[in-house]
Nanobody, 117 residues
Framework: QVQLVESGGGLVQPGGSLKLSCAGS????????MGWYRQAPGQQQREWVA????????YYGGSAKGRFTISRDNAKKLVYLQLISLQPEDTAVYYC??????????WGQGTQVTVST
């Protein structure tokens, strides 16, 4: 089982940057594929932002390409999402997700990112 705790969200001005962290607990963190999703105000569904496989391959959704970078540090059981050039439409709760075909899917509680003047 994996427990995930996100941090690093906050209020930032348009054009600003943030680095989100997702701390994992439990054994075998390194075998899970990891991802970031976000849920904007008033939206019922979470939007996929970026993923990183257990092997380190990265994938990005349309909203993230060129602006966001996902990375992981298995020794520290951390996954990061570097956000740059933030815009008001990036305002959302950002969630961390871990999944494995055998051991299941886990979500964190989310961290709020607000982009506003």
């Amino acid at each position: 089982q994996v427990q995930l705790v996100e941090s690093g969200g906050g209020l930032v001005q348009p054009g600003g940057s943030l680095k989100l962290s997702c701390a994992g607990s439990g054994t075998r963190f390194n075998i899970y594929d990891m991802g970031w999703y976000r849920q904007a105000p008033g939206q019922q569904q979470r939007e996929w932002v970026a993923s990183i496989t257990a092997g380190g391959n990265t994938y990005y959704g349309g909203s993230a390409k060129g602006r966001f970078t996902i990375s992981r540090d298995n020794a520290k059981k951390l996954v990061y999402l570097q956000l740059i050039s933030l815009q008001p439409e990036d305002t959302a709760v950002y969630y961390c997700k871990a999944w494995h075909t055998t051991y299941g899917t886990y979500w964190g509680q989310g961290t709020q990112v607000t982009v506003s003047t």
